[in-house]
């Protein structure tokens, strides 16, 4: 039984539950309503006895003018006792044959009480009875009951049938009004179902459908909404996902292509080498320089890998302590002056200390690109800078080079992996196309953000970071 009531629709399960409320309401007015009929009729039948009993003469049945409804169903009879206390009767009008009742009315009457008034049976049907007590004898009158129960079954007759009919109407108006109501409700488990038949493992998914329609009411509407919500989420998370497998399968290209260039150039100095290692010390001296400048490039292009995953894998590679960023810039620019003389660098802080808590290390290592960046894809002679300046809670860094700028579609991809602005001159110089990536993802580690702006004879990198607090002051370094 519980498992058929499961199995029944939410609006068909919702109709009969309705229509059970319904009819134990029906049920409880209906015997209220009877009750009082019945409690009424009786009250009515006991102001006729009050009323024959004023009418007849004080020991006699004979009556004066008289209802003639009253005559046919009317049963009297008057009682003397002898001194044994057993009733007899002395007058009647339409005595049964069985008075046992209304003896032992009489006897009661006869007793002490005053009056009685009770329902009896005579001759097999109800009648409503007054006894009352007269000089030396007591008098019975009963009016039969066949009109008050006829009214009172007529009455519920008409209730059954009436409270029945409202039923059917209720039940199946309700059923209809909720089978309308619910039809939201069907319309989202008809979308459900056309997204589970979708192959969501196929390489692009289209889930732009929606939940449409209005009404319902509010909890239906909330519902929709979270529904439509829910769908938007879904088809949000496979679009990123997608875009990230595409990345990955680019990345891996990019990579194995990466590889394989300085991978070929070592087998191609090592067959070199396996010839002019015994007839010529100087080659064989050149190729195997050749070969360990390939195997340094292929090392650091694996560490930038090993970093950018440890990166994408949220295990982040740092080791942040208290650091002073000034000096950090400063020790950058020497650094930088030292390799690349050919490039003159200018040195700004407009602070003597600017401290944060970062890994000093990898702070460097941003540094270092963004300035080696700045000195690759420029021509020897261009001025690089190197500015830094503090502002509310941000400790900001510029690079910035007077090169001949950045296109705006090569901005938006700046920050790619294997990427490059100029591809053969970055290769020439041992890029890999991963420097930029590896500043983004760093500062982003760090909490902070990168930003370019490039016009031609100003390319500006600026790198925001948490700062923890300030000393003021202005040094200037030019070289």
């Not at 439509?228 to 990019?254: G, K, P």
């Not at 090993?306 to 994408?312: G, K, M, S, T, V």
């Not at 001025?383 to 809670?393: D, I, K, M, S, T």
């Not at 901005?411 to 602005?421: G, I, K, L, N, T």
Request: aromatic share 4%; proline share 4%; no cysteine.
């Amino acid at each position: 039984m519980a498992t058929a009531w499961r199995g029944l629709r939410l609006g068909t399960r919702l109709a009969l539950a309705l229509g059970v409320l319904a009819l134990v309401v029906f049920g409880l007015v209906g015997a209220i309503t009877v009750s009082v009929m019945r409690e009424s009729l009786l009250h009515r039948l006991d102001s006729q006895l009050d009323d024959l009993q004023v009418q007849y003469r004080t020991s006699q049945l004979t009556p004066r003018p008289t209802r003639p409804s009253n005559r046919d169903t009317l049963v009297g009879v008057v009682y003397r006792f002898g001194d044994d206390g057993a009733p007899v009767a002395v007058e009647s009008t339409n005595l049964p044959s069985d008075t046992s009742m209304l003896e032992a009315m009489a006897k009661s009457v006869h007793t002490g009480s005053r009056a009685a008034r009770q329902t009896v049976w005579l001759a097999g049907n109800e009648y409503r009875a007054l006894a009352i007590s007269v000089p030396g004898r007591v008098r019975v009158l009963a009016i039969s009951q066949e009109e008050t129960e006829h009214t009172i079954k007529t009455l519920a007759l008409v209730e059954a049938l009436t409270f029945f009919a409202a039923l059917a109407v209720l039940v199946g108006a309700g059923a209809a009004v909720l089978r309308r109501g619910l039809q939201p409700l069907g319309d989202m488990a008809f979308t459900a179902h056309e997204i589970a038949s979708t192959d969501l493992t196929a390489r692009s998914v289209d889930l732009s459908t929606r939940a449409e329609g209005t009404g319902g009411g509010l909890e239906v509407e909330e519902l929709r909404t979270a529904f439509n919500v829910m769908l938007a989420h879904i088809d949000e998370s496979l679009a990123a996902r997608s875009a990230a497998e595409q990345r990955l399968r680019q990345f891996v290209a990019d990579a194995s292509h990466e590889l394989r260039t300085p991978l070929t150039s070592i087998r191609g100095y090592a067959d070199l080498f396996a010839y002019a290692a015994a007839n010529e010390p100087a080659e064989r001296d050149r190729l195997m320089g050749r070969m360990r400048e390939e195997a340094g490039r292929m090392s650091a292009l694996l560490d930038d890998l090993l970093l950018l995953a440890r990166l994408d894998a949220t295990e982040t590679p740092l080791r942040p302590e208290r650091v002073d960023l000034v000096e950090l810039a400063m020790a950058a620019a020497e650094g930088f002056h030292a390799g690349r003389p050919e490039h003159p660098l200018s040195f700004d802080s407009q602070v003597d200390s600017l401290r944060l808590d970062a890994d000093p290390m990898r702070l460097r290592q941003v540094l270092d690109n963004l300035l080696t960046n700045g000195a690759v894809h420029t021509e020897p002679g261009t001025a690089v800078a190197l500015r830094v300046r503090a502002e509310p809670g941000w400790a900001v860094v510029e690079v910035a080079d007077a090169g001949p700028g950045i296109s705006e579609q090569d901005q938006a991809r700046v920050f790619d992996r294997f990427y490059r602005v100029d591809d053969s001159r970055t290769r020439g110089s041992g890029g890999t196309g991963l420097g930029l990536s590896v500043v983004h993802s760093l500062v982003a580690a760090h909490g902070g953000t990168v930003s370019l702006t490039s016009r031609p004879g100003d390319t500006v990198f600026t790198v925001r970071l948490p700062s923890a607090s300030l000393v003021g002051g202005s040094p200037q370094v030019d070289s």
